[in-house]
């Protein structure tokens, strides 16, 4: 028996890991089958919310933020790089983080519009595949309108403020929760997985909570 299946996934296209968790999670799904009839639902979080508008060097970034060396970065770039090819996704060679609340804004259109999956891997792929800047509407346009979406429209989007407010009060409902780093993963709104599991671990978790789904009264 199909069982549905609600993910509501809490990431920001800046995370390499939401990259991997995003990948991990639609392979177990797959490998799941007709067992489930998932809805991925995603959310926007900021993990750089007062970044400048040219952005800046990863380098010096992950050393202001996490106090890493120079050699510590190249070698968690290249462990994040063999953990992306294990799931299919390919990381290129990322020299800088941006800001990405206007690729949050025109995600929350996409959604509207039913095409919010298709672009957050657009996008996923132009930033960290293809090292293109997630802050530039010319880069934002090119994917929406890759994935079928109305190029016009999508610049109309972002040069206006719309779903700003929604964006905002979004991250902020993440926040009071708890949420603090993503990517975060809910599973019927009562089972939270964090981080970018292997794909086993998402097949595992998927297959416990579907279980237990199973046994609860139908009208529990």
């Given amino acids: 028996m199909t069982q549905p299946l609600r993910i ?3 990431s920001d296209i800046a995370c390499p890991w939401c990259a991997i968790g995003l990948s991990s999670l639609r392979q177990a799904l797959q490998r799941l089958g007709d067992a489930v009839d ?9 993990l750089n919310p007062g970044m400048q508008p040219e952005g800046e060097a990863i380098v010096d970034y992950l050393g202001k933020k996490y ?11 290249a462990m994040i790089r063999e ?42 792929r132009a930033y960290h595949t ?10 934002l346009v090119e994917a929406a309108q890759s994935v079928g979406l109305d190029a ?18 979004e991250i902020q409902e993440y926040q009071r929760m708890g949420i603090q780093s993503v990517p975060s993963i809910i ?33 529990g």
């Fill in 130 to 139: 293809d090292g293109k800047d997630p802050s530039n509407r010319d880069v």
């Fill in 38 to 46: 998932a809805e991925i639902v995603l959310h926007p979080f900021e």
């Fill in 83 to 124: 953990r992306g090819a294990g799931v299919g996704f390919t990381f290129g060679e990322r020299t800088r983080v941006y800001n990405t609340f206007d690729a949050h804004r025109l995600l929350h259109w996409a959604g509207i519009e039913g095409k919010q999956l298709p672009l957050k891997l657009a996008l996923l």
């Fill in 67 to 77: 106090g890493h060396t120079p050699a510590q970065i190249a070698e968690t770039q």
């Fill in 152 to 169: 016009a429209q999508a610049r109309k989007v972002l040069e206006s403020d719309d779903y700003a407010d929604a964006v905002r009060a």
């Fill in 187 to 219: 599973f019927n709104n009562r089972y939270l997985v964090t981080g970018g599991q292997p794909v086993e671990a998402f097949e595992q978790a998927i297959r416990e909570i579907v279980a237990e789904a199973q046994q609860q009264p139908a009208n």
């Fill in 8 to 10: 509501d996934f809490v």
